[in-house]
Every structure is written in structure tokens, then in C-alpha cells.
């Protein structure tokens, strides 16, 4: 089977679009979303609608939870307090019931869920080989997906320890033999210095997995975004995947 795993979706709906359309030229059967569909960005309602039709799997990540009043506002500083306060006035019924259904963590035979980490699927960032150590000690799948910090990783474990990083488009994984934590990066908000919107395929009978990079029509986010009057500074960053 071959698996799309997206996250960080973060409300930006033409690089949802490039991403589902590469997904569809894919012969991918499955999408899984690791949460933060909204937030951030300009069209959480759209978004929201398209992950709920599409993926088969979805969590729900802090921004989500805060837009649909589960966590508090006052823990989101500056741009990101402004935009998910915009985004709580916009919200439809039906995607803050959906959002509201969703859990931050799953897991099934293999494979290990977490929009943020094992440990707190909710705010924890791996990003450190020590932290993508706990994750692994907290699990017992062969592999771990997480999401949350927008920047795409591939950490291995096995019997000489914790190895690996940031994991470019194009990188390749072999599965077999080793425990593996990816994080497919950011669909929307991308911050490893590729503006691109980011995501993974797993292939479990080729027992490989593939980083991915699609290129949207950023300005079109952008000019979404001033329409609407989100903070510039959130516009801007998306032109350098930082
Ligand atoms: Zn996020």
C-alpha cells in the first residue's frame, strides 16, 4: 500500500491543492494528516473540508485546539494569537465539529501517530536526536510519524543509536531493519529553508519511504492572507520556507 502523509496544513489552501493533485498522479491510497489544518492562514474552512473528504487518518494538532476553544489563547504569542483568533471568527460549524472529533495521537500494528511527540502529542517539538530518542523509548511501533515543527526529519534508531536529520525532497528511506521517526514537514508553512509545501509517501511493500516537495502559487496565499488582514509578517515568511 502506498500511504501520503501530510501535516502543518496551517490554512493554505493552494499549496493543499498542489499537494493533493501530486498525491492523486501518485497512485497513493491512503492519506494521512498529522493536524494543524488551520491557523496561520487564509482559508481554514476549505482546508478543513478537503483533509475531512480526503484522508482516511487525521489528528488534530494546537492549533486546531486552539481555534476550536480547547486550549488557550493566551498560550499562542503575537501573529500566531492574532491569526487563530481571526480564524475562531471565521470558522464554519462544520469544521469546528470535525476538528473538535479528532485526537493529537493514534496508532495501529506498525506505525506510531503524533502531531507533536508521543510524550505530549500535543506541544512537544522533535527536533533533537535526544528527543527523537524519548520518542522511540515511549514507543514500541517500528515507526513513528510526527509533525508539528514544520521542518521534514528522517531519525533512525538502531543498535548504534539515534542517527539522522533534516531530510531534503527527494530523500529515501529504507525501512527494514531499523526503527524510524519521519516528519513530512509542512504543507503550508514550511520552515527548513524550502518554500515548497512538504510531505511523505510511504510505500510499505517496497518497505520505503520518500520525502516529498511541491511547488503552489505562493503569492496567491500571500495576497489571501493581506486581504484578509493577517499579519504581514506570516505572509512574507512563506516566500522563504522560514
Ligand atoms: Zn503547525
Known amino acids: 500500500m502506498r500511504i501520503a502523509v501530510i501535516s502543518d496544513i496551517h490554512a493554505n489552501l493552494h499549496a493543499l491543492q498542489a499537494v ?16 494543524d489544518l488551520v491557523g496561520y492562514g487564509p482559508r481554514p474552512n476549505e482546508c478543513v473540508a478537503l483533509v475531512r473528504e480526503r484522508a482516511s487518518v487525521c489528528l488534530v494538532g494546537n492549533h486546531d485546539l486552539a481555534v476550536v476553544e480547547r486550549l488557550d489563547l493566551a498560550l499562542f504569542m503575537g501573529p500566531a494569537g492574532t491569526a487563530a483568533r481571526w480564524t475562531r471568527s471565521v470558522l464554519e460549524d462544520d469544521a469546528r465539529s470535525f476538528l473538535l472529533s479528532l485526537e493529537p495521537a493514534a496508532w495501529g500494528e506498525d506505525v506510531y501517530l503524533a502531531h507533536g511527540s508521543p510524550r505530549d502529542p500535543v506541544w512537544e517539538y522533535v527536533l533533537s536526536e535526544p528527543a527523537a530518542a524519548t520518542a522511540f523509548a515511549d514507543t514500541s511501533e517500528p515507526l513513528v510519524l510526527v509533525g508539528h515543527s514544520h521542518v521534514a526529519l528522517a531519525i533512525a534508531l538502531d543498535d548504534r543509536g539515534v542517527t539522522g536529520g533534516v531530510a531534503e525532497g527527494g530523500t529515501e528511506i529504507d525501512l527494514p531493519g531499523r526503527r524510524h521517526l519521519l516528519n513530512p514537514g509542512s504543507v503550508g508553512q514550511p520552515r527548513d529553508g524550502d518554500p515548497r509545501a512538504a510531505w511523505l509517501v510511504i510505500d510499505t511493500s517496497a518497505a520505503r519511504a520518500t520525502f516529498r516537495r511541491t511547488g503552489y502559487p505562493i503569492e496567491l496565499t500571500q495576497a489571501e492572507m493581506r486581504e484578509r488582514g493577517l499579519p504581514e509578517v506570516l505572509a512574507a515568511r512563506l516566500a522563504h520556507g522560514a
Not at 493533493?20 to 493536524?35: F, M, N, Q, T, Y
Open 20 to 35: 493533493l493533485a501530486a498525491i492523486a498522479a501518485d497512485d497513493v491510497e491512503e492519506i494521512w494528516c498529522l493536524g
